[in-house]
Nanobody, 124 residues
Framework: QVQLVESGGGLVQAGGSLRLSCAAS????????MGWFRQAPGKERLFVAA????????YYGDSVQGRFTISRDNAKNTVYLQMNSLKPEDTAVYYC?????????????????WGQGTQVTVSS
């Protein structure tokens, strides 16, 4: 059972930056594909970014491409999401997720393990 704990959320003005962290309990963390998703009130959970363990490849949702960066430190069992040039529409609860072999890394249903989420609020 993988436990994920997010941190780093908060309130920031538009144009500002935040860095989210997600610490994993699993010693074999380096084998897991990791994703970040976000969910605004009344909306579905949407793909933000993913990092694929075997190739080190990263993927991004269209709305965050060029502004957000996902990275991982396998020695610390942690994945990060650096968010720059934040916009009010980025306001949501952000979740990290882990899975050994998601068939579609953009689909939240493909991830078995989830953190509790961290709130990000961007004021205009």
């Amino acid at each position: 059972q993988v436990q994920l704990v997010e941190s780093g959320g908060g309130l920031v003005q538009a144009g500002g930056s935040l860095r989210l962290s997600c610490a994993a309990s699993e010693r074999t963390f380096s084998y897991y594909h990791m994703g970040w998703f976000r969910q605004a009130p009344g909306k579905e959970r949407l793909f933000v970014a993913a990092t694929i363990w075997s190739r080190g490849t990263t993927y991004y949702g269209d709305s965050v491409q060029g502004r957000f960066t996902i990275s991982r430190d396998n020695a610390k069992n942690t994945v990060y999401l650096q968010m720059n040039s934040l916009k009010p529409e980025d306001t949501a609860v952000y979740y990290c997720a882990a899975d050994l072999s998601p068939r579609n890394y953009r689909d939240p249903k493909e991830y078995d393990y989830w953190g509790q989420g961290t709130q990000v609020t961007v004021s205009s």
